[in-house]
């Protein structure tokens, strides 16, 4: 591992939209490793309200508002398959550790992805607690017998969820950066009072 680069930790979400929860994600994770990359991603296993092109927009202005000169999104790496993700950051940083960060909702799904073994010799995979989503020794053990490399990041996220807001926004759940741009778009059923 090349010591001038350190580990970079990435972290894709459909961002449909982004929550306090990923607010705080991404704010954790710069706290724990020295570079963090995030992109905005279609999910092939969920359905998405808003257009990628949207999504990307509104992780940007959160991002932007976060305002860190280690965290930087980059979009290029987006692919609905994680193996493409990480063969193209693979690509971008060939000396640096990779820790490929999920939250422990997703923890036991990873071994029915596409390439799964392939994808867990490119990165580690950093899991991250999520409130109602314990992390089962199982799912570490599942993992690990297919060759992956398991931290469990010592993180603390607020109970928010992006498909609870797309069913009924609350705005103290949303980050204010990106507030201003769902009313205005009218996305998520808010919109700005003068309409």
């Known amino acids: ?16 939209p ?10 954790g994770l710069l706290n724990l490793f020295p570079r963090v990359v995030t992109w905005a991603s279609d999910n092939p296993s969920k359905e998405h309200l808003t257009s990628l092109e949207t999504r990307h927009q509104l992780l940007d202005a959160l991002v932007v508002d976060i305002d860190n000169p280690r965290l930087k999104l980059i979009q290029d790496l987006s692919s609905p ?17 990779l820790i490929f960060v999920v939250g422990s909702d997703l923890a036991g799904q990873i071994p029915t992805w596409t390439q799964a073994q392939d994808l867990l010799r490119l990165a580690r995979v950093g899991i991250a607690p999520r409130e109602g989503w314990p992390i089962k020794k199982t799912q570490i ?24 807001i797309r069913k009924k926004p609350k705005l ?15 996305l998520y ?7």
């Open 172 to 186: 103290s759940q949303i980050p204010a950066a990106i507030v201003p741009i769902l009313e205005e778009r009218n």
């Open 189 to 195: 059923g808010l919109k700005t009072s003068s309409q």
């Open 1 to 16: 591992m090349n010591s001038e680069i350190g580990p970079i930790a990435l972290l894709g979400t459909s961002a449909d």
């Open 141 to 164: 053990n599942t993992l690990q017998a297919l060759g992956g490399r398991i931290d469990l990041l010592p993180l603390k996220t607020p109970p928010t969820a992006s498909s609870i």
């Open 18 to 27: 982004p929550t306090c929860g990923h607010q705080a994600l991404l704010c």
């Open 81 to 97: 398959w994680t193996i493409t993700t990480l063969e193209r950051a693979s690509q971008l940083w060939p000396m640096a550790e």
